[in-house]
């Protein structure tokens, strides 16, 4: 993978002209503020706690590994519905078992906080939660302030993406330094062997997480080609889609009697299970997944890493709104699908975040 194909990648084309030049971003965790928006609440019974958990300045794998040392439980019996990010002040469920009861009240710390406590018979698995609420604070370089003019163009443009959508792009995160993850992940593909740079007890957890970036690469690089055709939204014959607020994809034929404005284009995370798109769309993904000397049969042989999905090509905030405030800052909300990334938003309204 060379460094052109690699910023094709983690730096993809934008859908729109950003309407601030530059910007700071998390100058304090306190300036990215993240909660999830559960797709169900506890009920009160069963064998596992769910902990409504306020973390700042910490990582989601730092959380569990935390939390497993002091209740004195292996990780895997921790759930998590989504990642948070670590420079952050984020608010999430996690799910122990219900015999670590008497130890709760040993994880508030200055970084942790547990909010609320409540049972419920499963274990949290990922991908359990509807989407993520966001409180963002922009600040000006070098001291610059924003006013009514920035609060305005900003405004403006949340508002625009919240009818006509954003190029939903996995961020740079994603990815891992470099794109390390991405090489790995096709190491690991291609040759069923892990890289040696692994440590054994690593391995597990890089396999899922590499694999998934490669993935993550493909619908990039796939979502990139149509931005530049200016085809994100549009829906043509073959493509893989589904109904706008859906997430069930079917393949657009010309016999289909759906109206085409009601449906989103999606895009592959390769795998088994993942529904083929035809004729030109078809064509355009396998010759991408080439880019990276990768096939089908990859995916196929790695079915358990690898089990493949649809992703759509655009995301839709709801709950926007922007609003200047005193200190010279800038404070955006919204709220995303599960799996938006907000950095892929905020490279929609500004050139240079640092």
């Known amino acids: 993978m060379d460094d052109a194909l690699q910023h094709e990648i983690v730096s993809p084309s934008r859908g729109n002209l950003p309407v601030l030049p530059v910007a700071v971003l998390r100058w304090q ?95 949290l698995r990922t991908g359990h939660l509807s989407g993520n609420q966001f409180t963002i604070v922009l600040r000006g370089k070098e001291g610059t302030a924003f006013g009514a003019k920035e609060e305005e163009a900003v405004s403006e443009r949340l508002k625009f993406l919240q009818s006509d959508g954003f190029p939903n792009y996995f961020g740079p995160q994603r990815f891992g330094h470099d794109g390390a993850s991405i090489r790995d992940g096709i190491e690991l593909l291609t040759t069923g062997k892990p890289p040696k740079s692994w440590k054994r007890q690593q391995r597990r957890f890089l396999s899922k997480l590499s694999a998934s970036a490669v993935q993550s ?45 009601e449906l989103i284009p999606m895009g592959p995370m390769p795998g088994g299970k993942m529904v083929t798109s035809a004729g ?70 500004c050139n240079e975040l640092i």
């Open 29 to 123: 965790p306190k300036d990215f503020q993240v909660e999830e928006i559960p797709r169900y609440l506890p009920d009160g019974t069963g064998q596992h706690l769910f902990l409504w958990v306020q973390k700042r300045n910490v990582s989601a794998s730092e959380l569990i590994s935390r939390l497993a040392k002091r209740l004195n439980v292996s990780a895997r019996d921790i759930g998590v519905a989504g990642q948070k990010d670590r420079r952050a002040v984020t608010r999430q469920f996690v799910s122990v078992p219900r015999s670590c009861s008497k130890h709760i009240s040993d994880l508030t710390d200055s970084a942790t906080q547990i909010l609320s406590i409540s049972a419920h018979g499963n274990k």
């Open 217 to 261: 690469a493909i619908f990039n690089l796939c979502l990139a080609q149509r931005v530049r055709q200016k085809t994100c939204s549009t829906v043509s014959i073959g493509d893989a889609v589904c109904r706008r607020g859906g997430i069930k994809p079917f393949v657009y034929g010309s016999e289909s009697e759906v109206d085409r404005a």
């Open 280 to 349: 030109s769309a078809r064509m355009s993904e396998q010759q991408i997944m080439a880019r990276l000397e990768l096939s089908d049969d990859d995916f196929s042989r790695n079915t358990r890493l690898t089990p493949g999905t649809r992703r759509t090509y655009v995301e839709f905030p709801r709950n926007v709104s922007a609003e200047a405030r005193s200190d010279g800052s800038l404070q955006l909300r919204f709220d995303l699908t599960a799996g938006a990334f907000a950095t892929t938003l905020l490279a929609e309204i």
